[in-house]
């Protein structure tokens, strides 16, 4: 009897116990610098401000997220409210509380949550480090004004403030057929409204308003929109939805002055055909072709899985690929691993994507109540830049759209190739590379390429003195032609050494007056010496000029010379 007294003594000490356990458990404060909970994905101080109320935290993750994840998720830490994800994508945002927040961050693939809190600055990563803003602030002339942009995509909500009044010239709803158009301004906002909620945040990173107060104006902000719904009420609709909407903008390209046009809807369909065979290739190429428009689209977020989607595999489309924040990577810049690229299945000799620009935790305009801004990643928004800035380089100079060197893309691409700059930890050899293309875009480097010309006519040609050095000297679609002259005695030599930069080959071709004396064929990154002694008195010529090839993009030489007597 007395054993049994003390084993019930003993059960009710240890249900106690276990009882006072769970209640300092569930009462105890957290350590929010406990490093095993916390392992540097969440800062300190921001998880002392959760508390039982949920609040808008926004969820960095390793690798891309989907609805799957998202369902493995929310069997740990419960219903996490999600307002955004993107099944390409690595990131959401989602109302946690403190309790889920820790849940969060035991999840491997989760590698940091922070606050959604709209930044205070107006100037984010991609402005600054591609110096857009620099540019713009030096230049302030240049803010698109008379250049119209068509958006093919999902629509955008102009009761957003960013795109409201005449920013939008017309709507296209080519869901319905015959479309349905509104182009008397100021638009209805019901009618262009985003329903899928992507485009409104494109057109606000391409041309939204620069208004006192405003951050992340757009890139050029007096820039005019077309804008287009291709998105289909029925899923079977789909290639006749989009096939009316690309063909309303190139039937009706010149009733709005439309100058530009960026895709926002890709079909992997046609990724892995020929490009006889890829309909959506062929119909966008015919708005260049035919109406002489500047075309872009983003390059896809499928890494290596498929080559670059369509239209952007179209031949005579801008391809743009995404990069992401030095600031992540010791400063270096590099491939968002998402970025598409792979061999194309073409019957010609192209390389996508052509060019790189920000595409990792952009910020940009919701199109939903209160129309905040929200941080997404993926070539879309990198498409967006490159757009912006056409826009800006083709009001600097609007023979940009003209193809003057006939290489089937237009002038503006050939600057943004032949200004680009590497991309770290990418192939940064010779010719555009399978990745990354011609490497970076970056604003300044394009308007100074764009008004630098050293002499593009013979009877211009720049007088070489006994010696000299010229370094950086542009070569591209546009200013595809350099000379130099210098008169020799006979008996004189001149010898000059030639240096290509990686994404240069050129010919180099030197005249007695109008006679051929020789010439030379200088491959990417190469160099060459040049040596002439003149048989008689008299002028000579040399000749720089752009090896005429399929996207031959350009960039930069240096020269060296002296004379001798």
């Not at 007294?5 to 769970?22: A, F, P, T």
């Not at 920000?358 to 997404?376: E, K, V």
Request: hydrophobic share 40%.
């Amino acid at each position: 009897m007395k054993n049994k007294r003390c084993e019930s003594v003993l059960l009710i000490v240890l249900l106690l116990v276990v009882l006072i356990g769970n209640l300092s458990l569930a009462t105890a404060p957290v350590s929010y610098a406990e490093p095993r909970l916390i392992g540097g994905k969440i800062p300190a101080a921001f998880l002392g401000t959760l508390d039982s109320e949920p609040r808008v935290v926004r969820v960095i993750c390793q690798h891309e997220i989907d609805s799957g994840i998202i369902g493995e998720i929310e069997k740990e830490t419960g219903n996490l409210g999600f307002q955004f994800y993107r099944g390409r994508n690595y990131e959401f945002t989602a109302r946690v509380t403190q309790k889920q927040a820790l849940r969060l961050v035991r999840f491997p693939f989760v590698d940091f949550i922070t606050s959604i809190a709209v930044p205070t600055t107006p100037t984010e990563w991609a402005r600054e480090h591609t110096r857009v803003d620099e540019l713009v602030s030096q230049y302030p002339e240049l803010d698109g004004e008379g250049i119209t942009i068509a958006v093919i995509g999902t629509g955008a909500n102009n009761a957003n403030p960013r795109l409201d009044g005449d920013k939008v010239k017309a709507f296209a709803d080519a869901s319905y057929n015959p479309i349905y158009v509104d182009d008397t301004v100021p638009v209805v906002s019901w009618d262009c409204a985003d329903y899928p909620g992507h485009d409104t945040g494109m057109c606000q990173i391409i041309a939204g308003w620069d208004r006192p107060g405003y951050i992340h104006e757009g890139i050029a902000p007096e820039a005019r929109l077309v804008v287009v719904n291709v998105i289909a009420n029925d899923s079977g609709d789909a290639w006749n939805t989009w096939e009316r909407g690309v063909t309303w903008v190139k039937d009706n390209a010149a009733q709005y002055s439309i100058d530009i046009v960026v895709f926002y809807l890709e079909w992997l369909h046609f990724a892995q055909c020929r490009y006889s065979q890829d309909d959506a290739a062929l119909l966008a190429d015919s708005l260049w072709t035919d109406e002489g428009l500047v075309l872009i689209a983003p390059a896809g977020n499928d890494n290596d899985t498929y080559p670059v989607v369509s239209p952007s595999a179209a031949k005579h489309v801008i391809s743009v690929g995404a990069v992401i924040d030095p600031a992540r990577w010791g400063g270096n810049w590099q491939r968002a691993f998402f970025s598409s690229y792979k061999e194309l299945y073409t019957d010609w000799n192209g390389e996508k994507p052509q060019v790189m620009a920000p595409g990792q935790d952009i910020w940009m305009a919701s199109s939903s109540w209160p129309y905040l801004f929200l941080p997404r990643s993926g070539t879309c928004p990198a498409a967006a830049f490159i757009t912006g800035m056409c826009a800006l380089l083709i009001q600097d100079d609007s023979t940009l759209q003209d193809d003057n060197d006939n290489d089937g893309i237009p002038d503006v691409a050939d600057l943004l190739m032949a200004s680009a700059l590497p991309v770290t930890g990418e192939y940064d050899g010779a010719g555009l590379d399978e990745k990354v293309g011609a490497g970076r875009f970056d604003a300044i480097n394009s308007h100074e390429m764009l008004h630098t010309d050293i002499s593009s006519t013979k009877s211009g040609a720049y007088h070489l003195g006994d010696y000299g050095q010229l370094y950086n000297e542009p070569l591209w679609g546009k200013d595809n032609e350099d000379w130099y002259k210098r008169y020799l005695y006979a008996g004189w030599t001149l010898i000059m050494t030639i240096d290509c930069d990686p994404d240069l080959s050129m010919w180099v071709t030197v005249y007695r007056y109008s006679t051929q004396v020789t010439s030379r064929y200088i491959l990417y990154g190469q160099s060459d010496t040049i040596q002439i002694t003149a048989s008689s008195n008299g002028w000579y010529y040399w000749k720089m000029s752009l090896r005429h090839y399929y996207y031959e993009s350009g960039d930069y030489y240096d020269i060296d010379w002296y004379v001798s007597s």
